[in-house]
């Protein structure tokens, strides 16, 4: 009996239908319950600190809940290793995926419930607590997606998460905003919760993927290790990783300041939320759809390289806007350009770290991975971006930001000429579908 789904996919145009198979549509609804932890703890919180007067310090301290995401490679082979108890029998990656949704909907609502007014160290208590149960989160719907996609699904598939990743953050941070004018902040945090669901439903809709492969059955510090040395043991590495720890510098610190800069220049929760919010969203699709495109057409490495550039140019929008000041048109047009660059590369750049990784530790190579593309951002973030403000002002802080992307660019381009992109992707029937093979 012919599938009536497969029958009106079939009717498409080419171009659409492999985005409408099972396991982008599940790579779709991943990134949704991926996506919405960081909205809680990233710009949601922000915007909800700096309304309650917390200076700035303190608010971009709090991106140090961020880095927890960083560090998740150091728990990750633990996912890939051990089998849970009742809800193992429903498979390694499933019984992750809905143990770590449920730590993750509650860390989120326990947030939603502290007052940063009355105990602000409760109140960062909470959003490691988030930062933790999303990063876990995380390991698993990474690994689950890897797996559940073909090598010559990993463009759309990429893609799919990042739609979804996208979908989950910004739906997740509008109900916030929108329910915490009149409901308050706990019940935005409550309900934001359920968009864990999604990863929960495809779970159950998709089964155990069939491309898991069962990590040698090491034991001890052993079994942890292996997986790094795989990695390490590679041509050119240490290069690899050097890019993936230099190549998001300026984009992080972009856009984990870019809350406080609308706050500063007075823009209202109306206004961020339909610039910021909605024309950003409408932006990361569109990129996401061109970065699809471009994937398939110019390939894996030089789709990479223009995300590169176009997201390094992106930072010079925030300075603009900054020295132009309370100006909608100037927003919608900087977050439009950055929010554009972004969705290219989030489908280029995932794709590249998602081919880097090794079917049999699929959880911590990818771990290690997506934790070093922002661990530089992040800290400085954390550390010494609000006093960077302070000091030189936003037109300053954003060029500065541009120029700390540039690194990432050029040593690309090199690895590009030396023919490290090829030598670096471990699976020999991803580097043929990358090469297009």
Same mark, same amino acid.
């Not at 230099?246 to 609308?262: C, E, P, Q, Y």
């Not at 997201?311 to 554009?340: D, K, P, R, Y």
């Given at each position: 009996m ?6 009106q996919?079939d ?6 239908r492999p985005?409408l198979?099972p396991a982008?549509?599940?790579?779709f ?9 960081y909205?809680?703890?990233?710009a949601t919180l ?7 007067g917390?200076?700035?310090k ?7 809940a961020?880095?927890v995401?960083?560090f998740k490679f ?8 051990l089998h849970l108890?009742?809800?193992g029998?429903?498979g390694q ?30 109140t960062?208590?909470a ?5 933790v149960?999303?990063a ?10 890897i797996?559940?996609l ?10 799919m998460?990042?739609y979804?990743?996208r ?7 509008a109900?916030a905003?929108?329910?915490a004018?009149s409901?308050g ?8 919760a359920a ?10 809709w ?8 069962e990590?040698n ?14 990695f390490?043991?590679r ?9 993936i ?7 992080t610190?972009?856009n984990?300041?870019?809350?406080l800069?609308?706050n ?7 206004e961020?939320?339909t610039?910021?919010v909605g024309?950003g969203?409408i932006a ?13 057409r110019m390939?894996?490495k ?6 590169l550039?176009?997201?390094a ?7 603009a806007?900054?020295?132009m ?7 919608a047009f ?18 590249y770290?998602s081919?880097?990784c090794?079917?049999?530790?699929t959880?911590?190579q990818?771990a $290690?991975?997506s %934790? =070093? *593309?922002?661990?530089v951002?992040r800290?400085i973030?954390g550390?010494?971006a609000?006093? /960077? #403000? @302070? ?5 300053n802080?954003?060029l $500065?930001t541009? %120029? =700390? *992307? ?8 090199w690895?590009?000429r030396s023919? /490290? #992109? @090829?030598d670096?992707?471990a699976?020999?029937?991803v580097r ?6």
């Amino acid at each position: 009996m012919t599938n009536p789904f497969l029958a009106q996919r079939d009717r498409l145009p080419a171009w659409l239908r492999p985005y409408l198979e099972p396991a982008p549509l599940g790579a779709f609804l991943l990134g949704i319950s991926s996506g919405f932890p960081y909205a809680m703890i990233g710009a949601t919180l922000t915007t909800r600190l700096a309304q309650d007067g917390i200076d700035k310090k303190s608010v971009t301290a709090f991106s140090l809940a961020f880095l927890v995401y960083n560090f998740k490679f150091l728990w990750a082979p633990l996912i890939d290793r051990l089998h849970l108890p009742l809800l193992g029998r429903f498979g390694q990656r499933r019984s992750w995926l809905w143990l770590s949704a449920s730590a993750v909907a509650a860390a989120v609502i326990f947030l939603g419930l502290t007052d940063p007014t009355a105990s602000l160290a409760r109140t960062a208590a909470a959003a490691v607590m988030v930062g933790v149960a999303g990063a876990t989160f995380d390991i698993v719907i990474d690994a689950y997606r890897i797996e559940l996609l073909k090598p010559e699904q990993l463009g759309v598939g990429s893609g799919m998460s990042q739609y979804g990743w996208r979908i989950g953050s910004v739906s997740a941070g509008a109900l916030a905003l929108l329910v915490a004018g009149s409901g308050g902040w706990s019940l935005a945090y409550l309900l934001c919760a359920a968009f864990a669901l999604p990863a929960v439903v495809a779970g159950l809709w998709l089964g155990e993927p069939e491309r898991h492969r069962e990590p040698n059955p090491r034991r001890g510090l052993a079994g942890v290790i292996e997986p790094l040395t795989e990695f390490f043991k590679r041509h050119g590495a240490w290069l690899v990783l050097l890019f993936i720890l230099l190549h998001k510098i300026g984009d992080t610190l972009a856009n984990l300041t870019v809350r406080l800069l609308l706050n500063d220049l007075q823009f209202s929760n109306d206004e961020i939320a339909t610039y910021d919010v909605g024309f950003g969203f409408i932006a990361y699709l569109a990129g996401i759809f061109i970065g699809g495109i471009l994937y398939a057409r110019m390939g894996m490495k030089r789709a990479v390289m223009l995300s590169l550039a176009l997201m390094a140019v992106s930072n010079l929008s925030f300075a603009a806007l900054a020295q132009m000041g309370h100006s909608n048109a100037m927003l919608a047009f900087t977050i439009c350009f950055e929010n554009f660059a972004s969705g290219i590369g989030g489908v280029a750049v995932v794709a590249y770290l998602s081919a880097l990784c090794n079917l049999s530790f699929t959880a911590t190579q990818f771990a $290690l991975l997506s %934790a =070093a *593309a922002s661990i530089v951002g992040r800290f400085i973030t954390g550390t010494t971006a609000g006093a /960077l #403000i @302070e000091s030189m002002g936003y037109v300053n802080f954003y060029l $500065l930001t541009t %120029a =700390a *992307a540039l690194p990432g660019v050029v040593l690309f381009y090199w690895m590009i000429r030396s023919g /490290l #992109i @090829e030598d670096s992707i471990a699976e020999t029937d991803v580097r043929r579908a990358a090469d297009g093979r």
